[in-house]
Structures are given as C-alpha cells and as structure tokens.
C-alpha cells in the first residue's frame, strides 16, 4: 500500500464547486467507511474545509479512489477532473505538513487548519480507518506545525478570515460602533468573527441559530441578543450586517427573503458576508441594489494586505518542513523493508533449528563434543554462505558487477586481505 493524497482547494477550485464535495459532520464516518469499505483503500481520512476537501489514504491503486470523490458526491469525474490534485508519497507529506502549517492556507499562517485537521484524525479513529500509516503520518504532522509555530514568526501580524471580515464592514459602514449586526450561526468561526466585531462595539448584536441553547451561550458572553432560527426573515431588517456561517447543505437566505427585508428597511444598504460551504445566501441576491454580498472567496483580496511581514518567515518554515519530511519517509522506507528483514530472519532461524537439532541428536549418541562444535559451525557457514555464492555463480555478465559491489557492502570485505 501507497501513500496518496487527493483533493481540491480554494487555488484549484471555485467555491460552488468546492460546495458541493465537503463532507459535513454527520456524513463524515459513513464516507469513510463506505471509502475503505468498496475501494481498493486500507486507511483512510478526510479534510473537510471551507477552502479545501482532502483525502489521506493508503492505497496501490489511487486512480480508482480519486473516482471516489466524484462518486459520493454524485458527481462526473469529468466535473472534478480539471480541480484535482493528485499527490504520492513524498509529495503527499509535504503537502500535510505545510497544509497544518498554514503556509498553504488562504490566511498565511492561519491557526484555525490545525484545530480542523486534529477533528478530522478524530473522526478516522473513530470511524477506525486510522492506521499505522496514516497516525505516524498526522502525528508527525502536528509536531511540525508545532515546530514551525514557535520556530518562525509565520503567526506575527495575525490576520484571518473573521479579521478580514470586520476590515470590510468598516470599508462600507466606516465607524462600526453605529451598526447592527446579525451573526447566523454559533459555531467557530461566527464566535472568530464576534471576537473581531463586539472588540469595535456594535451599536446592537443578535445571535440566530437552529438550536437557541447556543445561540444563547454565545450570546451571553458577547452581551448580545438571541433568537430561534425561524426569526430569519424579521431579523434581517433589522440589521445592518449579516454574517453568517452554518453547517446546512442548502442556502437558507433566499433572494425573495432578502428582497422583502430591503423594502422594509426603505433601501438601506446591508452587508452580507457568507462564510459557510456549501453557501447559506444565494448568489443571486449579489444582485440585488443596497446589498453587498461577500463569499468567503471574495475575501481573499482583503486577507492578503497584512501579511508581508509574514512572508520572510516562509522560507525557514518550508527548511523545517523539508527536514521533517525527509526523516518521515526514512521512517517509511525502514517500514516497508519490515517483510523482508523479518524473511531472512525467519529463514536464518530455520538454518539454525536445522543444525542445533543435528548436534544434539549427535551427542546423545555420544559423539565427541569438539567434534560436534565444529560440524554445527561448519554447517551454519556452508548455510549462510550458499546463496551468495548461487547467486555470484549464476549472474549474468552484466549483473555480476553489481553482486560483488552489494556483496562485498553486505559482508564489508576487505580484499588487501
């Protein structure tokens, strides 16, 4: 089994194609199972991000489990095909380790890709995918990002998505403090961007979601407004700024929605930025006047200012990375050479038993001891000896070179003797 890692991200692949391969939470363990299950595929994990979807895997046949994709998703590999990027063994390591890093991030140096790629190793060992392979591979992963965090100042400057977020409200808006702000959703990144938000002062906040009892926590702490996700529509009139960033598989902000709450509030201009894949909002309401509407992708112009000073840092982060690599696949390499170490063995075991069993049917019948150590040494030396000399005797003239130069490596012989 290979190594191999697939996939595609916010570089290769526009956001309504990307929308449609993420693996939500509840539909993570039955992809992996039915991955490892119906393909040529022993373990398996899955990157399920806003800006990327990723599978690790070992496998000797990945031209068939990139199918895979596409087929879960119900999808054409043709559709798929042009975004794809396929990498093997080392190729696939090192794309890890910078992917935890953060240098392959749309935030250079965004910490938040970490914490994500630690939730999808917990599903794969929950879902009992995760192999020796692939844990040597993510826990190695980890101690890099770690290494790479504390050894370069790839994090100074912090910018990220959420911050990105706040900097184009104020863009628009100008003084937030006179703004009010609708957050949809409770999960990370909405409590990312209040952080951002409730530190400039809203005039007023109100937290939505599907289930009141977080939206209500995460309203506590901000000293915010909670409400039922079924207040949506009355809720948007009232504020100024929609963030929003759930988990659900369809839009859940129609244009008809958005079209009423602006003619509520008499053609105020309203800002709404749509951070969630697959998108909450739908595309269509960037075309309705007083409405600005923003993707996660339509940040990325914005996330880029900021981080020139953490550019010089690039280069001694991808050194650690390479270093870290190549120790990872001298670890691979020993692994894959397991089987045949552990055949000699087995076969020089085999030669011993024969020739110990010898000398001990001999002296129960009484031979000379003297003698006896001598026939079983001599036993063992023809033994050990025969194959090589087999094998040297039957080369062809061209492979007889290359024996006697492994020979002569394997037995460090010194022929002034």
């Not at 981080?307 to 691979?332: C, Y």
Request: aromatic share 6%; charged share 25%; net charge negative.
């Amino acid at each position: 089994m290979e190594l191999f890692a697939f996939g595609i991200n916010y570089r290769t692949a526009p956001i309504n194609l990307r929308e449609q391969v993420v693996f939500s939470e509840d539909v993570m363990e039955h992809a992996l199972h039915d991955l490892v299950a119906h393909y040529p595929v022993k373990e398996a994990a899955i990157v399920s991000t806003c800006n990327r979807t990723e599978v690790y895997c070992s496998t000797e046949k990945p031209e068939e489990v990139t199918n895979w994709l596409a087929n879960f998703h119900h999808l054409q590999i043709k559709e798929l095909e042009p975004y794809l990027y396929r990498l093997p063994r080392e190729q696939a390591v090192k794309h890890a380790f910078r992917v935890a890093s953060g240098l392959d991030s749309m935030v250079l140096g965004e910490p938040q890709i970490l914490g994500q790629i630690k939730d999808a190793v917990k599903s794969a060992e929950q879902a009992g995918t995760l192999g020796t392979l692939l844990h040597k591979l993510f826990q190695r992963t980890f101690f890099v990002a770690k290494e790479v965090r504390t050894s370069t100042e790839i994090g100074v400057n912090s910018v990220s998505i959420a911050a990105a977020t706040a900097r184009l409200a104020e863009r628009i808006f100008g003084n937030i403090s006179e703004q009010s702000i609708l957050f949809v959703g409770a999960g990370e990144m909405i409590e990312l961007c209040a952080n951002h938000f409730f530190s400039r002062h809203p005039k007023h906040a109100t937290i939505i979601n599907r289930t009141i009892e977080r939206a209500q926590s995460l309203a506590f702490r901000f000293s915010a407004n909670a409400v039922a996700l079924n207040e949506l529509p009355e809720q948007l009139a009232l504020h100024d700024i929609v963030i929003t960033c759930t988990a659900s598989s369809l839009p859940i902000i129609g244009k008809g929605m958005v079209e009423r709450a602006i003619k509520t509030r008499k053609h105020r201009p309203i800002l709404m930025v749509d951070l969630a894949v697959p998108r909450d909002i739908e595309p269509e309401v960037a075309k309705l006047d007083d409405v600005f509407l923003y993707s996660v992708d339509d940040l990325a112009g914005i996330v880029q200012e900021g981080l020139n000073l953490r550019q010089s840092s690039v280069i001694q982060a991808e050194a650690i990375i390479d270093s870290n690599v190549i120790d990872f696949m001298r670890w691979l390499e020993s692994r894959e050479l397991v089987p045949t170490i552990r055949a000699l063995r087995n076969q020089i075991e085999q030669y011993r038993q024969h020739e110990l069993q010898r000398a001990i049917k001999l002296l129960k019948n009484g031979n000379d001891p003297q003698k006896i150590m001598e026939s079983l040494s001599s036993g063992l030396a023809n033994k050990f000896l025969h194959m090589p000399s087999s094998a040297l005797n039957q080369a062809t003239a061209g492979e007889r070179e290359d024996l006697v130069e492994l020979i002569n490596r394997l037995y460090q012989l010194d022929h002034s003797e």
